[in-house]
């Protein structure tokens, strides 16, 4: 393992750590308060965890949140938390005078009352369940789960911790998706019977990359946590973890659950009662074990006998802008080959969403003659619901609880199972259990990955 830090003054200075300083074993520097209720002119101390890609965004958005204090950053890779601290001085962003290598240390800090989730999704779980169980509110990135049993923990022990947890999806509280939803809640296309979601993103291949030794400066037992510890290669670290099973569930777990998210939501579903996945890894030899093509089917059996369907395709490589979506009205830019959004298909007509990334502008189309109907754009500030809601206590003021988060999860779960498997699942809603096939629930459970002590998932939360 890494050397024990080794700070020099000017280091501790440039952290912005005033007063006390106390070096714990582990690696972490701390300063802890006791922390009451929070009042109504109090701030909220917010920790981020994982602070190399996503994460900054949540450092940026924090910032920009009225009421937060960034009070901690937690990351294994110390040359990254270098990096952010340069990052949010440029900005003009309070740096932390808290830093964790081990977010178990964090935890232990009486003073911080929320964190901020945006790690590997192997972590994203396990670092959830405890906070709840630490008596911290989360704000969790999505998928919140790595596999359907982790998530269906961490939804048990919101509840039983009344903790506010909010998931990544954050389509949820852009003024124009929700606009949008409404608009097919009011009949605007009619019946709605199907939904479509895409991921089309310009992936090149990640190549092979050899064993090595762990880069100076990063903790690599505790980036690895949860998953088998294998030996370091760089296609296995920083972002390229998401093409392993290991770690990631692909693109339909790294970009794909927003849209599967989006396309529940508009189609008023729950839980699907089959599911079917065809796919592969096509055109490139490289160490990637994700599919880069996929193609899944979810079928929605209601009441009276109707039926509802979702489409969901992820594609890598060369493609189309279907519905028009990647283009510039739809959240494209010029020379962009990605296409990311929806398509909903209704009587009367159909409805195009595109990415989340510039706030779901949406466009619709009429009748048989295909006439435009009404769109929207404008973004939303999913950061401060969760915020507010932190604040208020009111969980059912949360635009994408945990409970919602984690049944679009298990959309991308039972995707990838019926893919690795190579059949359709037959899914049970109330059981959450795949009928008559043992070998999917094992794998819905990653039974045979297991969880690396002391990184363990509880069975009771």
């Given at each position: 393992m890494?050397?024990?830090?080794d ?10 750590v005033k ?19 929070l009042?109504?002119n109090d701030r ?10 996503r994460?900054?965004?949540h450092i940026?958005?924090a ?5 937060v204090?960034i009070?901690?950053?937690c990351?294994?890779?110390?040359n990254?938390?270098r ?8 900005r ?5 005078a808290?830093?964790?290598?081990d977010?178990?240390?964090l ?6 009352d929320?964190?901020?989730i ?7 779980s396990l ?5 709840c169980?630490a ?8 998928p ?7 998530g269906?923990?961490l939804v048990?022990a ?6 506010i947890?909010?998931?990544g ?8 998706a ?10 605007l296309?009619g019946d709605?019977?199907?939904?479509r979601?895409l991921?089309y ?6 190549g092979h990359a050899?064993?090595?030794?762990v ?19 760089e296609?296995?670290?920083h ?19 927003h849209?599967?998210d989006?396309a ?39 009441p009276g ?15 189309d802008?279907?519905?028009g979506?990647?283009?510039?009205e ?5 020379g962009?080959?990605?296409a990311?959004g929806n398509m ?5 007509g ?7 990334d510039?706030?779901n502008?949406?466009k ?6 295909q ?9 939303g ?18 635009n994408?609880?945990i409970e919602?988060g984690?049944?679009s999860t ?11 498997l190579?059949r ?32 363990v998932?509880p069975?009771?939360?």
């Amino acid at each position: 393992m890494n050397k024990q830090w080794d700070f020099t003054r000017r280091e501790f200075l440039g952290t912005g750590v005033k007063g006390a300083l106390s070096l714990a074993a582990s690696g972490g520097l701390a300063i802890s308060s006791p922390r009451g209720v929070l009042g109504a002119n109090d701030r909220v101390r917010v920790a981020v965890c994982g602070i190399r890609g996503r994460g900054f965004d949540h450092i940026r958005t924090a910032a920009q949140t009225p009421n937060v204090e960034i009070a901690a950053l937690c990351e294994v890779d110390e040359n990254i938390w270098r990096k952010r601290l340069a990052d949010m001085e440029q900005r003009n962003i309070p740096k932390p005078a808290l830093y964790y290598p081990d977010v178990r240390k964090l935890l232990d800090d009486k003073s911080i009352d929320a964190i901020s989730i945006a790690t590997p999704n192997h972590w994203h779980s396990l670092m959830a369940i405890w906070a709840c169980q630490a008596g911290k509110d989360v704000y969790v990135e999505k998928p919140c789960s790595h596999n359907w049993w982790e998530g269906r923990q961490l939804v048990r022990a919101a509840q039983k911790y009344n903790r506010i947890v909010q998931h990544g999806t954050q389509s949820r509280s852009a003024p124009s998706a929700r606009e949008a939803i409404q608009k097919i809640r009011d009949g605007l296309i009619g019946d709605v019977y199907m939904a479509r979601g895409l991921c089309y993103k310009w992936r090149n291949t990640i190549g092979h990359a050899p064993e090595g030794p762990v880069p100076e400066g990063v903790h690599y037992d505790l980036w690895t946590g949860p998953a088998p510890f294998r030996p370091f290669t760089e296609n296995r670290f920083h972002y390229k973890w998401h093409w392993f099973w290991d770690y990631g569930n692909g693109d339909l777990g790294n970009q794909g659950v927003h849209q599967i998210d989006i396309a529940r939501w508009g189609l008023g579903v729950k839980y699907p009662n089959k599911i079917s996945a065809i796919g592969g890894h096509f055109m490139f030899d490289d160490d990637q074990e994700t599919p880069n093509t996929l193609n899944c089917a979810f079928q929605f059996d209601l009441p009276g006998g109707k039926r509802k369907m979702l489409e969901f395709e992820v594609r890598h490589w060369i493609t189309d802008r279907e519905a028009g979506i990647g283009s510039v009205e739809l959240g494209g830019s010029k020379g962009d080959s990605n296409a990311v959004g929806n398509m909903f298909f209704g009587s009367l007509g159909y409805l195009a969403m595109g990415d989340e990334d510039i706030g779901n502008p949406y466009k619709t189309w009429m009748g048989r003659e295909q006439t435009p109907g009404p769109s929207g754009h404008e973004g939303g500030h999913h950061y401060a619901n969760f915020i507010d809601c932190v604040r208020s206590r009111k969980k059912e003021d949360l635009n994408a609880p945990i409970e919602e988060g984690h049944i679009s999860t298990t959309l991308m779960h039972l995707a990838n199972a019926s893919y690795r498997l190579g059949r359709t699942l037959n899914f049970d809603p109330e059981t959450e259990q795949v009928i008559g096939d043992d070998e999917a629930n094992r794998l819905l459970r990653d039974a045979e990955r297991g969880y690396r002590a002391p990184f363990v998932v509880p069975e009771e939360v």
